[in-house]
């Protein structure tokens, strides 16, 4: 379905840690899909931010002898270096600390307790006395604390709980018919079985405020706090401004797609959209739930220190390496493993040999056949009909790959053109031509090359958006690259003759494996 507008939101990231792949994964997909969708000409909107409530950072800011507001400004810091540092251009960086926000939140409480959808009630749930703090079945290792070694008792608390167990029926019924779309579809269908068997049950939204001081206090009864979840949920409405900012608002909602790694699927696709169905306004079009990377063949944790951190990563490689390498491993919504040892090897043969060795071999081409100028194609007939059937067939296949998110076939298709053009190089044979004084061949030759490089580059610029910008320099057009259109500018033709060529630094030298980089 065509949309004039396009909003992308990831989840906002709880600071109890510091920026990782995980994160970056789903940022940088985010990125890509906005940059994208702004080459097709629409009105973007890209929300990415910070949680930053809740017993956690609470406790963890009391650990390090600091206000929580100070551990959270620090923490959100370094979420905005790690974007930087990866060329994410976000429209907005939503910090549920924000005063705007939380004022939001306490609205839509309000509404949802003068409706009927809150009640008092008690929460119950394993507690375990030696943290002071209720625990979920995850936090326990073998029934056990982690940090207290003993098994947590049962308790009770009073609570505010949302009525939840309402919308069941509703909600499976869009979730069912893709009017409400869950991608992949095994992860639709995991929800799916989630409300057929254990079924919907009222939450709890809030917390004894005694005892988690660091959230937003309900509206109605100070001496609670909002859950954190529920608290963070509303960033997807606040990030653009709502409820004050109606324009902003009517021009971007509902999201397009909502991004986020399976940990949190269940709580977004029942609470969340209730929330939602609860306050009458539309549901997000799709979600789209990405795996998990593990870190050569391991789970990425703290303790095994293997965590990797993307900010070092960047600076090692550059950002364009490690958005392509993400996006290019395995299948968006699959799990996949990372290895630095992967990385350079796919760093050497798709961008040092493919890509950058195509730029690398026609540039002086140009120089030495062409003076630096674009030549005029001849002879129609000369027109080599592969190459530009394969460019066709690749921007023909872009918008439905993008709209399914499949970022690694969406490279794949660039790539093929990529390899086939430098192979219509080594047959096409430019050289020969030149000394042969065949000027017509070696103008339509030279021409189809530098016309595929102009397209990949376009189609690149999502994904490499400053490798992409380098080339585009080097080619010598005048007009940006980020004013490019597709479908309009990625036809072939569309180079013009006379333009100079411009000789840049090389792109991707290669990297020497057989030196130890452990
Ligand atoms: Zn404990």
């Known amino acids: 379905m065509y949309r004039k507008s396009f909003y992308v939101t990831t989840p906002v990231y709880y600071v109890n840690d510091v920026p990782h792949i995980g994160h970056s994964y789903t940022t940088i997909a985010a990125d890509v899909l906005t940059r994208y969708h702004k080459l097709c000409g629409q009105d973007t909107f890209f929300l990415t931010g910070t949680d930053e409530h809740g017993t956690k950072i609470q406790q963890m800011a009391e650990k390090k002898n600091k206000s929580p507001k100070e551990f959270c400004d620090e923490v959100a810091e370094k979420f905005k270096v790690a974007w930087r540092n990866l060329n994410i251009k976000y429209d907005n960086f939503i910090r549920t600390t924000n005063p705007r926000h939380e004022d939001a939140v306490k609205e839509v409480l309000q509404k949802l307790y003068d409706d009927g959808y809150i009640y008092k009630g008690k929460y119950e749930a394993l507690y375990c006395v030696g943290c002071e703090q209720f625990k979920m079945k995850g936090d326990l290792v073998g029934g056990r604390c982690p940090d207290h070694k003993t098994e947590p008792e049962k308790r009770s608390e009073e609570c505010y709980l949302f009525k939840l167990s309402s919308f069941q029926d509703r909600l499976y019924k869009l979730i069912k018919s893709d009017k409400f779309k869950i991608m992949p579809k095994e992860r639709k269908n995991e929800v799916l079985s989630f409300i057929e068997n254990e079924g919907l049950q009222d939450v709890s939204i809030s917390r004894d405020k005694a005892k988690v001081y660091w959230g937003i206090p309900l509206p109605f009864d100070t001496s609670h706090t909002t859950y954190v979840w529920v608290d963070a949920f509303l960033n997807y409405l606040t990030g653009l401004g709502w409820p004050q ?9 509902p999201p397009t797609v909502q991004l986020m790694a399976k940990d949190i699927l ?19 079009q799709m979600y789209f739930i990405h795996g998990y990377f593990t870190v050569n063949g391991q789970k990425m944790s703290k303790s095994l220190g293997n965590v990797i951190d993307p900010v070092a990563l960047s600076e090692k490689y550059g950002a364009d390496v490690i958005r392509y390498f993400m996006l290019s491993e395995f299948p968006f919504g699959t799990d996949g493993d990372f290895s630095i040892k992967r ?53 023909d296949s872009l918008a439905g790959l ?16 990529v390899r ?9 044979a430019p050289w020969a031509f030149f000394k042969e004084g065949n000027d017509e061949r070696l103008s339509t030759v030279m021409y189809n090359i530098l016309e595929s490089i102009r397209i990949i580059t376009i189609l690149t610029y999502p994904f490499m958006p400053e490798t992409s910008q380098k080339i585009w320099e080097q080619l010598g057009i005048t007009e940006s690259l980020v004013s490019q259109r597709i479908p309009e500018d990625v036809g072939w033709g569309g180079l013009k003759v006379g333009t100079k060529i411009k000789k840049g630094e090389p792109l991707f030298p290669r990297i020497d494996l057989n030196k130890n980089n452990a």
């Not at 900012?245 to 909602?253: A, G, I, L, S, T």
């Not at 086939?420 to 096409?428: L, P, Q, S, V």
């Open 245 to 253: 900012d109606k324009n902003n608002f009517e021009k971007f909602w």
């Open 266 to 284: 269940r709580v977004h696709a029942t609470i969340w959209v209730s929330i939602l169905m609860a306050l009458g306004i539309e549901l997000p």
């Open 343 to 395: 990385l350079e090897e796919t760093y050497n043969s798709d961008l040092a040999n493919d890509f950058g060795n195509l730029l690398h071999r026609t540039i002086p081409m140009m120089d030495k056949y062409c003076d630096g100028v674009v030549p005029e194609p001849k002879k129609e007939d000369l027109i080599d009909e592969d190459l530009k059937k394969i460019a066709q067939a690749v921007v």
């Open 402 to 417: 993008y709209e399914e998110l499949k970022f690694r076939d969406i490279l794949a298709d660039i790539w093929r053109l």
């Open 420 to 428: 086939r053009t430098n192979k219509y190089i080594d047959e096409a």
